[in-house]
């Protein structure tokens, strides 16, 4: 059972460089999420998609962008990379939006 | 806007111990709370909601609207719940949980 699978696991980047993050999930979910977490700031919502074509902040979008690319695939985009970006991300899914989260494995990206 | 909060970043308590997980929020409307859990090298998952009023793994939590809390109560810790512990809200019908910062339970042997 893959669940929600999230691509890299981990990444290092340089300052101002750009990376796209993959999620996928194999549950028919409708409503997806991009989390980062900071050691003491717990998980901040980043963007999420309620369903297939929708895609709405969260409480800390700048400098990403997401991408809805069918109902199984959410993509988060660093343009430009910056240190202040270095933390992991998770990947979450949910049957709708009233549901619980399952969450992927997590991406452990570093900002030099 | 809503908020939660676990005062508590550290806990640690010994085998056998009662074990209590502080979880406060503010929020106007009729909240939806769950506790989600972290084991060392495992993806975040849930360990239980308040509407299921399910006891899981000999957790139970049980929401006070009074003092706007969601306490998460084992009788006798397990070594194996040592492991980082988020509360959430779930604004209703909005769609996005809002977290806590989390608390790193250790129970010690």
């Known amino acids: 059972n893959a669940g929600v699978t999230q691509t890299p696991k981990f990444q290092v980047l340089k300052t101002g460089q750009s990376m796209t993050l993959q999620c996928a999930q194999d549950?028919?979910?409708?409503?997806m999420y991009w989390y980062r977490q900071d050691p003491g700031m717990g998980l901040r919502l980043i963007y999420y998609?309620?369903?297939?074509?929708?895609?709405d902040k969260g409480e800390v979008p700048n400098g990403y962008n997401v991408s809805r690319l069918n109902k199984r695939e959410f993509s988060l985009r660093l343009e430009s990379a910056a240190p202040s970006q270095t933390s992991v991300y998770f990947c979450?899914?949910?049957?709708?939006?009233?549901?619980?989260?399952?969450f992927g494995s997590g991406t452990q990206l570093s900002v030099l | 806007a809503q908020r939660v909060t676990q005062p508590e970043k550290l806990l640690s308590v010994f085998k056998g111990a009662p074990v209590e997980l502080k979880c406060n929020y503010s929020?106007?409307?009729?909240?939806?709370l769950f506790w989600y859990v972290q084991y060392s090298r495992q993806r975040l998952q849930l360990l239980l909601r308040?509407?299921s009023r399910e006891s899981i793994k000999g957790f139970t939590a049980d929401l006070n609207k009074g003092e706007t809390s969601f306490h998460l109560k084992k009788p006798f810790a397990q070594e194996e719940d040592s492991a980082m512990y988020y509360c959430?809200?779930?604004?209703?019908?909005?769609?996005?949980?809002?977290f806590g910062d989390g608390t790193t339970l250790t129970v010690k042997p």
């Open positions: 979450a899914s949910s049957k709708d939006e009233k549901e619980k989260l399952f």
């Open positions: 549950m028919n979910h409708n409503s």
């Open positions: 998609s309620a369903s297939e074509g929708t895609t």
């Open positions: 929020y106007s409307g009729s909240p939806e």
């Open positions: 308040h509407i």
């Open positions: 959430a809200l779930l604004k209703s019908g909005a769609g996005k949980s809002t």
